[in-house]
Structures are given as C-alpha cells and as structure tokens.
C-alpha cells in the first residue's frame, strides 16, 4: 500500500467492491469525453479482478480516486495492465502514473518472467509505459490468445481491429520485455520515473 497527498493505493479485495459501479461509470463517461474507445468491463468481470487481487484502487479517504487492474494470457507468458482511469476530480495530479507503476511493480512480482503489455489511444498513458520501459509494437508482437481478442470487442473501435485481421487499430500497442531489460533493469528504469 502506498499512501501520498491523502490517497492510498493499494490492491483491492472484497472491501472495495462497493466501488465497481462507480469504476464503470467513471470508465464510460471518459470514453464518450474523449471519443475514443476503451474496452467495456463487467461488474462480474472487475469483481472477480478485485476477488482475484489483481485490481488496484486508488482512495482518496472513502472516495474512488483511480483504478487499474492486471490480467495474465498465454499461459501466463504476456501480462496487461488494462482499465486505468482515474476519477476527473484528481486528474492532473500524477495519479495515473502512480498507478500506473504500481501496477507494473504488482505485475513484475506475480509474473517476473513475463512480457507486459497494453493497448492505448491515450497519449498520457503512452507517456507512462515510455518511462517505465514499453516500447511500441505491432500487434503481432502480443499475445495471440483469443481470449486476450475478446475482451476488445466491447471497445467501440473494435471493428477496424476486425477488419484489418488484427494487425491495426486506433490504439498503439506497447510491450514491456524483461529479457531486454536485464542489462537495464527494471529498478533503475523505475528510479528515473519521477512521482509528484
């Protein structure tokens, strides 16, 4: 858990569940503001992230200040961090990057062998994964289980992915490869990251 300007973040568990609604919505109104798609979730879906203690909150006291959670594919060979948003009322605060890296770090423990990954329009989140180590990629760079495939149909974009046989879309793919990072390691990439 990590606690800075009054907001902890830390791994959800079956005490912030009382949160997901207000996680979707926050989603949902951020992609019409922004045009762009971002895949849709299920309460299901984020309830069993937050059982599994894949899920980050961010809190500001008792209220929803951000969110991120992790999912392995491939046979736990790729991991993405997916669903990042952050609450508009503690935008511009560095909290998306706080999240961001505390996912990376829950990610790299659970899974230090793996190739992270995500898919992006936001040029912030880009920004992000950057300093931490992602370089673009096409997206035959990542993973290839059809389940990791499904969960972008529920993106409003998902029928150029469709048309272009998984090769394009509006999004920028960016992957996270360890083996490239053992003579850069990780924690001297992550020293460079600086948190407001």
């Given at each position: ?101 505390f996912s990376f770090d829950l ?39 059809e389940q990791f495939w499904k ?46």
């Amino acid at each position: 858990m990590k606690k800075k300007d009054n907001i902890t973040i830390c791994v959800a568990n079956e005490n912030h569940l009382k949160y997901i609604d207000t996680i979707l919505k926050t989603i949902e109104e951020s992609s019409k503001v922004r045009g762009t798609g971002i895949a849709k979730r299920t309460h299901e879906y984020v309830e069993t992230k937050m059982l599994e203690g894949k899920a980050i909150i961010a809190l500001a006291k008792d209220e929803f200040a951000g969110f991120c959670y992790i999912e392995s594919w491939g046979d736990k060979q790729y991991v993405a961090n997916s669903g990042l948003i952050v609450n508009p009322k503690y935008r511009g605060m560095g909290l998306a990057k706080r999240i961001k890296k505390f996912s990376f770090d829950l990610s790299r423990k659970r899974f230090p062998n793996a190739k992270l990954f995500g898919l992006t329009s936001g040029a912030a989140v880009m920004k992000i994964n950057t300093e931490l180590g992602y370089v673009p990629v096409t997206f035959a760079d990542l993973t290839d289980d059809e389940q990791f495939w499904k969960g972008c149909e529920g993106c409003v974009n998902s029928d150029i992915l469709k048309r272009t046989n998984r090769r394009y879309c509006i999004c920028t793919a960016m992957l996270f490869d360890p083996e490239k990072h053992k003579k850069n390691p990780v924690k001297k990439i992550i020293e460079k990251i600086k948190i407001k």
